[in-house]
């Protein structure tokens, strides 16, 4: 947004200087990024980002707005005047135009007014250096009237020459096929179903809210004009706009939403400007069709709770000061309580906490001191007991939010570095990574080909850091990110939360081992680790295969027979893809499948009291089966006696033929209620060889 130094105090008076102005503005939350001498002017222009969700600075009226409130005053208001001289006005009821608003979601209010016997002709050099100070050009004077009540107002205006428009009626409808129409800017486009734009009974006469039509623009042969002032739904503004390529000050507005307040009263500042200037005589009844301003959003104020949220006392007369200044009205509950009317323009309050933020800002965020936040309790105790308070606030009530803050500490706390990696990929990635074309979701305009779709899995984005690092000399990466994945499903756009982990490279030096390469079993550490602080215990793995995984090298994470995700090393044609050259190992969990799988029913089991005895037993098996079978072959065999089943050694080589491998377990044996003696561990061991020589086909050794 440029602003006028001088045109500003024409609603507002100050002192500052432009330096001063632009660090109050920046204060009160409007950056102004740059402040330029205009000699030619005797100008200041100064330029300010202002931010999606404050479209009413969008104007100078709204800049004196901020500027009023922070000095306590109150501004000279354009629009309030225009209404009051309007309601003096005789004007003639003869015949206008109508309108016929095809789809009231797309147009959600349409004015217009008719002005006849106008005299095109260059501006006064007020005028003309108003507009031509915050960077328009000056084409004629019902132009840069237009112009001049957009910057004032921030709403939008086009004045069309009423004589070239055929009919006795506007038509706001969307184009059809094979439409076409010259614009302003000299190109001739060709439109598609979905553009709105003004008509009349016979074409098309200007892109609604972006730009007008040669057909029908004001030129020095004008002699009567109509002007329009309307409110257009602002995401198919900013559809078009890019589907055409195409950014207009209009559309600019009219993409972050203009003041429903302002849509008539704009008009009709804007038809008071032309009658002066131009000479012309404003007839007829003035249209207006569509949604009228709703009622302002009243919302309670506390200034005790307020005080509290924002860590510093506010008096009540100082929040009072503040709102009255931002054109908020109020109404008086009690002592330390106000009702709060929120103006149309304000679309970005809605709530208590919103209200605390202009207070905030208004006051200074410099008036808040820094304070160390207030201790909890879970801070002094021990990293065990954390982690129990924890897992006890997992899932108390909807604590998403708690949930995913504590898998992220975890994992922190273990050694992984967070990623935030883009939710947009290209089409090209996902189909070389394997993933099935029909469950990916396109996005209908991107911004670029790299960023055509939203991504169905975090692994694209995983493997991008380990390959960012790995190239700046990282020698060992362990990443991981919890966030949303987009797929169709059945024809609708299903949003997933997942977890993705991925580690490769080399282990951290120390004194103890020697550097290794990163293999699976520090990736499963890592995963039962965290699966085992959700209290999420007895997890199978199941050979399987995933789209991205090598399929000898991945598994499917079971619990309770239900799947939880995968575990894998990525395949050397994907990770090619990413310039990584080494094993990448990754695992990607549903969080939702997590969710329902933690157990909440944590029970304290005794301490034993009697002894545990050892027995290790080794044998030839097949290499297809898995590790984990054995184990649980095991455990099925020998009732509640067996605590424990690990294996200590593992052999494939020339002292083992064909497609065999040497096992070596040890089975630790326990008894809740005695001391086993030797010959009941024998006979139950004994009980197991047998077992999985008949179940298995081992050969013992």
């Not at 939403?257 to 003035?286: N, Q």
């Not at 079993?521 to 199941?542: M, P, Q, V, W």
């Not at 944590?602 to 301490?607: D, G, R």
């Not at 002292?655 to 809740?672: D, P, T």
């Amino acid at each position: 947004m440029n602003i006028s130094y001088n045109w500003l105090k024409d609603y507002i008076e100050f002192n500052w200087t432009a330096d001063e102005l632009a660090k109050r503005l920046t204060s009160c939350g409007l950056k102004v990024e740059k402040v330029e001498s205009l000699p030619m002017f005797g100008d200041f222009l100064l330029e300010a980002e202002v931010t999606t969700n404050r479209a009413d600075c969008l104007s100078m009226v709204g800049v004196a707005r901020e500027v009023a409130t922070v000095l306590g005053k109150t501004i000279k208001d354009p629009v309030k005047e225009a209404t009051l001289r309007w309601e003096t006005l005789k004007i003639s009821k003869q015949e206008t135009l109508s309108v016929d608003i095809s789809s009231k979601e797309s147009c959600h209010r349409y004015t217009g007014q008719i002005i006849k016997n106008v005299q095109v002709a260059k501006s006064p050099e007020w005028l003309i250096k108003r507009i031509t100070s915050v960077g328009l050009r000056a084409i004629n004077n019902i132009v840069d009237i237009t112009n001049f009540v957009l910057m004032e107002t921030g709403q939008p205006l086009h004045a069309f020459d009423s004589d070239l428009i055929q009919g006795n009626s506007i038509y706001v409808r969307f184009a059809k096929e094979g439409e076409t129409i010259k614009t302003l800017d000299g190109i001739e486009r060709k439109l598609s179903n979905n553009f709105l734009v003004i008509a009349d009974k016979n074409t098309p006469l200007a892109l609604a809210g972006i730009i007008g039509g040669t057909g029908s623009e004001v030129t020095e042969n004008t002699k009567n004009v109509f002007l329009e002032s309307a409110m257009f739904n602002p995401v198919l503004i900013r559809n078009t706009g890019r589907s055409i390529g195409l950014s207009t000050d209009s559309s600019y507005r009219f993409e972050r939403g203009v003041d429903p307040g302002c849509v008539l009263g704009g008009l009709r500042r804007a038809a008071l400007l032309i009658s002066e200037i131009a000479g012309g005589k404003i007839v007829g009844k003035t249209l207006d069709e569509g949604k009228k301003p709703l009622k302002p959003k009243k919302i309670l104020f506390n200034c005790k709770w307020a005080g509290n949220f924002l860590g510093k006392n506010i008096k009540p007369q100082s929040a009072r000061k503040i709102f009255k200044g931002l054109g908020f009205d109020i109404k008086t509950v009690s002592r330390e309580k106000l009702y709060v009317s929120i103006p149309p323009r304000r679309q970005d309050i809605y709530t208590a906490q919103g209200l605390c933020e202009e207070v905030a800002r208004i006051s200074g965020y410099d008036i808040f001191k820094s304070t160390l936040p207030v201790t909890n309790f879970r801070d002094t105790l021990s990293v065990e007991k954390i982690s129990i308070v924890r897992q006890d606030t997992l899932l108390s009530g909807d604590e998403d939010y708690v949930f995913l803050k504590n898998i992220r500490i975890y994992l922190s706390d273990i050694g992984l570095y967070e990623a935030y990696t883009y939710s947009l990929h290209s089409l090209q990635t996902v189909q070389n990574c394997g993933i099935d074309k029909n469950i990916v979701v396109s996005v209908l305009n991107p911004l670029s080909s790299e960023q055509g779709v939203l991504r169905p899995t975090i692994i694209p984005g995983i493997l991008s850091g380990v390959s960012r690092n790995l190239n700046r000399g990282i020698e060992g990466v362990r990443l991981f990110e919890v966030g949303h994945c987009y797929i169709k499903d059945d024809g609708y756009i299903k949003k997933v939360e997942k977890i993705c982990i991925g580690v490769s490279g080399r282990t951290q030096k120390n004194w103890k081992e020697k550097q290794r390469q990163i293999d699976i079993f520090d990736l499963k550490g890592i995963l039962i680790s965290l699966l085992g602080y959700l209290k999420i215990e007895n997890i199978n793995f199941t050979k399987s295969e995933f789209h991205m995984f090598e399929e000898e090298m991945c598994w499917n994470i079971e619990h309770g027979g239900k799947h939880l995700g995968y575990l894998g090393r990525v395949k050397k044609s994907v990770a090619c893809l990413f310039q990584i050259d080494i094993d990448v190992w990754m695992v990607e969990l549903d969080i939702d499948s997590i969710k329902s799988n933690i157990n909440k029913n944590i029970v304290f089991t005794e301490l034993p009291k009697y002894p545990s005895v050892t027995r290790d037993i080794s044998f030839v098996i097949d290499k297809k089966i898995a590790v984990q079978d054995v184990t649980e072959c095991v455990k099925k065999n020998a009732n509640d006696f067996i605590e424990n089943v690990f294996v200590f050694d593992e052999y494939k080589g020339k002292q083992v033929f064909g497609k065999k491998k040497s096992l070596a377990l040890s089975i630790v044996y326990r008894s809740k209620n005695k001391t086993l003696t030797d010959k009941e561990v024998d006979d139950m061991h004994n009980g197991v060889k047998d077992n999985i020589v008949k179940q298995l086909g081992v050969q013992i050794r």
